[in-house]
């Protein structure tokens, strides 16, 4: 307790510590306009080349998953309290046993070094600096070994093919290089049915025409700032981290990338990993309580509730929807959550319907896109600040304290 003033009075605690930046101060001009996530977007398309926005942007066939994953968080409203001291108020949230400074972290999204220079180092750079997670795609460019040395807090995620032996030896090449959290990705037993990447000439990997030539011709500033630098001190990128050995070319004109038997894929298969990494293990893309219930058998640490950012299977529940079925069947495990999240008030929605943690996508890769290791730091301070913001205005100290006596379902009455 502070002893009391000269009047007699107990001193005025001092104000929480503020994350709010001047959009003017210390920016760079092309970020001075970014106000809030939703803005990345629009500059992010100016930049990159038609098929390398149309695959960050699109999902699959009438992306009526990927709108209602946005859509969901709309139905509910906040119910805040006033009259609280917010002043000592905090965004640390603990996650497997280390203090981040806010409530989310980045997620795993692939061939990000298509979309800004190094681009998986941009994001896990930003990320080390702001002290949250970063979630290494499978699907990247720049090899694994090189993002943990520079962040070694990253998380990995992977895309594991129904194979023992593929499976043992990319786990083994993981654990060698130092990362401590695997992340396996389940829901992808045969890529989704994504037609926007055909509309707009996008594929994996990208096939040399005279189209793909102008798509990168019209956009000088990625084609010098990523592609040349690329190109000049890396030389040509390979997808090197899908399994223990080097993948196909980004660009290539009849090399056909190695997907491996990943319908094969169940759960002896996820046995076989946990046996076998040591470090915490997280299983992404789960939607049904079932399978919550079944991953925590079989000793999993944490769960991602997901359906892909509306890649897959179009017409998934949302992740947001899911959640409160999964936490219950989750027992002791983390229980995060990713998909269509974009604002602070979103961030505290999914923690008080049950989410541990969140993770963020898209907003984030075209940040990178767009100012690179600066703009992903913007953006975190962007989403901090609302999160810190939202907190004050809801009454409550903590993320962890927001909960549903915090929300309303629109047009609906409070849940018990």
Known sequence: MSPPDGNGAAPVPPPAKSVYRSVSTGLPRRLRSVLALDDFEPAARRKLPRPLFGYIAGAAETNSSLKDNRGVFGEWAFRPRYLVDVSRRSMVTSLFGRECSAPFGIAPMGISAMMAYRGDLVLARA?????????????????????????PDSWFQAYLPGEPARIAALVDRVAAAGFRTLVLTVDVTTMGNRENNVRSGFSTPLKPTLRLAWDGAIRPRWLWDTMFRTLRHHGMPHFENSYATRGAPIIARNVERDFGARDHLNW?????????????????????????????????????????????????????????????????????????????????????????????????????????????????????????????????????????????RVGGVPPM
């Not at 990320?127 to 962040?151: C, F, K, Q």
């Not at 983390?334 to 049950?354: F, N, P, T, Y």
């Open 127 to 151: 990320a080390r600096d702001a002290n949250i997670p970063m979630i290494m795609s499978g699907s990247s460019l720049v090899p694994l070994e090189e993002v943990v040395r520079e962040a």
């Open 268 to 408: 002896s298969h996820l046995a076989q990993i946990r046996q076998r990494w040591k470090g915490k293990l997280v299983v992404k893309g789960i939607l049904h309580g079932e399978d919550a219930r079944r991953v925590h058998e079989e000793g999993v640490d944490g769960v991602i509730v997901s359906n892909h950012g509306g890649r897959q299977l179009d017409g998934a529940i949302s992740a947001f929807r899911a959640l409160p079925e999964v936490k219950s069947a989750a027992g002791d495990m983390v229980v995060m959550m990713d998909g269509g999240i974009r604002r602070g008030s979103d961030v505290l929605k999914a923690m008080a319907l049950g989410a541990d943690f969140v993770f963020v996508g898209r907003p984030f890769l075209y940040a990178a896109a767009v100012g690179a290791e600066a703009g992903v730091r913007h953006g975190i301070e962007i989403l901090s600040s609302e999160v810190d913001r939202n907190l004050a205005l809801l009454g409550v100290q903590r993320p962890d304290e927001v909960g549903m006596h915090h929300l309303v």
